[in-house]
Protein backbone atom coordinates (compact mmCIF):
# COMPACT_ATOMS: atom_id res chain seq x y z
CA UNK A 1 0.00 0.00 0.00
CA UNK A 2 1.07 3.53 -0.90
CA UNK A 3 1.75 5.73 2.31
CA UNK A 4 -0.07 8.66 2.41
CA UNK A 5 2.93 11.53 4.09
CA UNK A 6 1.98 14.49 4.91
CA UNK A 7 5.21 17.18 5.72
CA UNK A 8 4.00 20.06 7.89
CA UNK A 9 6.52 22.95 8.28
CA UNK A 10 6.86 26.44 10.44
CA UNK A 11 8.70 29.11 8.93
CA UNK A 12 9.06 33.21 8.84
CA UNK A 13 11.15 33.47 5.70
CA UNK A 14 10.18 30.38 3.73
CA UNK A 15 13.71 28.39 4.03
CA UNK A 16 11.91 25.67 6.17
CA UNK A 17 9.11 25.99 3.55
CA UNK A 18 11.16 24.76 0.74
CA UNK A 19 13.22 21.79 2.71
CA UNK A 20 10.03 20.57 3.51
CA UNK A 21 9.18 20.87 -0.43
CA UNK A 22 12.19 18.90 -0.79
CA UNK A 23 11.52 15.89 1.47
CA UNK A 24 7.87 15.63 -0.04
CA UNK A 25 9.65 15.08 -3.14
CA UNK A 26 11.70 12.79 -2.25
CA UNK A 27 8.98 10.62 -0.84
CA UNK A 28 6.94 11.02 -4.08
CA UNK A 29 9.75 9.58 -5.77
CA UNK A 30 10.11 6.50 -3.28
CA UNK A 31 6.74 6.04 -4.38
CA UNK A 32 4.94 7.43 -1.22
CA UNK A 33 1.77 10.03 -1.76
CA UNK A 34 3.34 13.45 0.20
CA UNK A 35 2.59 17.36 0.31
CA UNK A 36 3.74 19.51 1.95
CA UNK A 37 1.60 22.29 3.55
CA UNK A 38 1.94 25.24 6.23
CA UNK A 39 1.44 23.42 9.71
CA UNK A 40 -1.13 26.21 10.59
CA UNK A 41 -3.40 25.30 7.42
CA UNK A 42 -3.54 21.91 8.26
CA UNK A 43 -6.97 21.10 9.94
CA UNK A 44 -6.69 17.10 10.72
CA UNK A 45 -3.32 14.58 10.22
CA UNK A 46 -6.32 11.38 10.51
CA UNK A 47 -6.35 11.19 6.74
CA UNK A 48 -2.54 10.65 6.84
CA UNK A 49 -0.60 7.52 7.71
CA UNK A 50 2.96 9.14 8.59
CA UNK A 51 3.63 12.67 9.57
CA UNK A 52 7.21 14.98 9.22
CA UNK A 53 7.08 18.00 11.17
CA UNK A 54 9.98 20.93 10.26
CA UNK A 55 10.51 23.91 11.88
CA UNK A 56 12.73 26.79 11.82
CA UNK A 57 15.04 27.82 15.16
CA UNK A 58 14.31 30.76 16.76
CA UNK A 59 16.29 32.29 19.66
CA UNK A 60 16.07 28.82 20.93
CA UNK A 61 12.79 27.44 20.03
CA UNK A 62 11.16 25.58 17.40
CA UNK A 63 9.32 27.71 14.87
CA UNK A 64 5.97 28.45 16.92
CA UNK A 65 3.32 27.12 14.12
CA UNK A 66 5.36 23.61 14.23
CA UNK A 67 5.13 23.81 18.65
CA UNK A 68 1.29 24.60 18.07
CA UNK A 69 0.88 21.53 15.35
CA UNK A 70 2.18 19.12 17.72
CA UNK A 71 0.26 20.03 20.51
CA UNK A 72 -3.32 20.44 18.25
CA UNK A 73 -2.85 17.43 16.52
CA UNK A 74 -0.80 15.22 19.70
CA UNK A 75 -3.39 12.24 19.66
CA UNK A 76 -3.51 11.51 15.92
CA UNK A 77 0.41 12.37 15.78
CA UNK A 78 0.65 9.83 18.79
CA UNK A 79 -1.02 7.29 16.28
CA UNK A 80 1.27 7.44 13.52
CA UNK A 81 4.73 6.77 12.58
CA UNK A 82 6.16 10.67 13.47
CA UNK A 83 9.53 12.16 12.14
CA UNK A 84 10.87 15.64 12.82
CA UNK A 85 13.64 18.27 11.73
CA UNK A 86 14.84 22.03 12.88
CA UNK A 87 16.34 24.48 10.39
CA UNK A 88 18.86 26.78 11.97
CA UNK A 89 22.36 27.16 12.24
CA UNK A 90 23.86 29.80 10.18
CA UNK A 91 26.94 28.23 9.65
CA UNK A 92 28.00 24.76 8.48
CA UNK A 93 28.25 23.12 11.84
CA UNK A 94 24.59 20.68 10.86
CA UNK A 95 26.33 19.14 7.80
CA UNK A 96 29.54 18.40 10.12
CA UNK A 97 28.04 17.00 13.38
CA UNK A 98 24.15 15.77 14.54
CA UNK A 99 22.87 18.78 16.48
CA UNK A 100 20.01 17.62 18.95
CA UNK A 101 17.05 18.93 19.01
CA UNK A 102 15.94 22.00 21.81
CA UNK A 103 14.42 20.82 24.59
CA UNK A 104 10.92 21.52 24.37
CA UNK A 105 11.25 19.52 21.11
CA UNK A 106 12.97 16.43 22.62
CA UNK A 107 10.20 16.24 25.17
CA UNK A 108 7.94 16.44 22.89
CA UNK A 109 9.72 13.77 20.87
CA UNK A 110 9.38 11.45 23.91
CA UNK A 111 5.37 12.11 24.39
CA UNK A 112 5.10 11.35 21.28
CA UNK A 113 7.01 8.24 20.23
CA UNK A 114 8.95 10.51 17.19
CA UNK A 115 10.78 8.20 15.14
CA UNK A 116 13.68 10.33 14.62
CA UNK A 117 14.92 13.95 15.03
CA UNK A 118 17.64 15.78 12.63
CA UNK A 119 18.72 19.44 12.21
CA UNK A 120 19.61 20.51 9.02
CA UNK A 121 21.66 24.26 8.35
CA UNK A 122 19.77 27.32 7.76
CA UNK A 123 19.21 30.07 5.66
CA UNK A 124 19.16 33.81 6.01
CA UNK A 125 19.35 35.85 3.06
CA UNK A 126 18.37 39.43 1.74
CA UNK A 127 14.67 40.29 2.28
CA UNK A 128 14.23 38.64 5.89
CA UNK A 129 11.31 39.03 8.00
CA UNK A 130 12.49 41.57 11.22
CA UNK A 131 14.86 43.57 12.65
CA UNK A 132 17.51 41.07 14.04
CA UNK A 133 17.35 39.12 10.67
CA UNK A 134 18.25 42.48 8.81
CA UNK A 135 21.09 42.99 11.39
CA UNK A 136 22.94 39.72 11.01
CA UNK A 137 22.48 40.08 7.24
CA UNK A 138 24.21 43.38 7.62
CA UNK A 139 27.14 41.69 9.59
CA UNK A 140 27.83 39.39 6.65
CA UNK A 141 26.64 36.34 8.96
CA UNK A 142 23.47 35.48 6.66
CA UNK A 143 23.76 32.82 3.87
CA UNK A 144 22.58 29.55 2.85
CA UNK A 145 23.64 26.78 4.85
CA UNK A 146 20.65 24.13 3.66
CA UNK A 147 22.50 21.05 2.45
CA UNK A 148 20.18 19.41 0.28
CA UNK A 149 22.17 16.39 -0.43
CA UNK A 150 21.89 15.45 3.10
CA UNK A 151 18.19 16.67 3.43
CA UNK A 152 17.35 14.68 0.25
CA UNK A 153 19.18 11.62 1.61
CA UNK A 154 17.77 11.92 5.19
CA UNK A 155 14.05 11.82 3.21
CA UNK A 156 14.84 9.03 1.08
CA UNK A 157 15.58 7.07 4.54
CA UNK A 158 12.29 7.97 6.11
CA UNK A 159 10.55 6.43 2.62
CA UNK A 160 12.80 3.30 3.72
CA UNK A 161 11.49 3.13 7.02
CA UNK A 162 7.53 3.55 5.86
CA UNK A 163 8.43 0.34 3.15
CA UNK A 164 9.59 -1.26 6.20
CA UNK A 165 6.16 -0.78 8.22
C1 LIG B 1 15.87 36.41 15.07
C2 LIG B 1 16.50 35.11 14.69
C3 LIG B 1 16.79 34.16 15.66
C4 LIG B 1 17.39 32.94 15.30
N1 LIG B 1 17.65 32.03 16.27
C5 LIG B 1 18.27 30.85 15.95
C6 LIG B 1 18.57 29.88 16.95
O1 LIG B 1 18.29 30.05 18.11
N2 LIG B 1 19.20 28.75 16.56
C7 LIG B 1 19.55 28.51 15.26
O2 LIG B 1 20.14 27.46 14.97
N3 LIG B 1 19.23 29.39 14.27
C8 LIG B 1 18.61 30.55 14.58
N4 LIG B 1 18.28 31.45 13.61
C9 LIG B 1 18.48 31.10 12.20
C10 LIG B 1 17.17 30.59 11.57
O3 LIG B 1 16.74 29.43 12.26
C11 LIG B 1 17.37 30.25 10.10
O4 LIG B 1 17.49 31.48 9.40
C12 LIG B 1 16.23 29.39 9.54
O5 LIG B 1 16.62 28.88 8.29
C13 LIG B 1 14.94 30.18 9.44
O6 LIG B 1 13.93 29.40 8.91
P1 LIG B 1 12.74 30.02 8.04
O7 LIG B 1 13.37 30.70 6.83
O8 LIG B 1 11.94 28.84 7.65
O9 LIG B 1 11.99 30.98 8.89
C14 LIG B 1 17.70 32.68 13.93
C15 LIG B 1 17.39 33.64 12.95
C16 LIG B 1 16.81 34.85 13.32
C17 LIG B 1 16.50 35.86 12.25
Not at 16 to 32: P, S, Y
Not at 128 to 148: E, P, Q, T
Request: charged share 25%; aromatic share 6%.
Amino acid sequence: MTANVLVAYGTTNGSTAEIAEAVAAVLRKEGCTAEALPAASVARVTDYDAVVVGGGLYAGRWHKDARRFLRRHRTALADRPLWLFSSGPLDPSASERDIPPVPGLRRAMTRLDARAHVTFGGCLQEGAKGRIAKMIIRNGKGGDFRDFGRIEEWAAGVAHELDRG
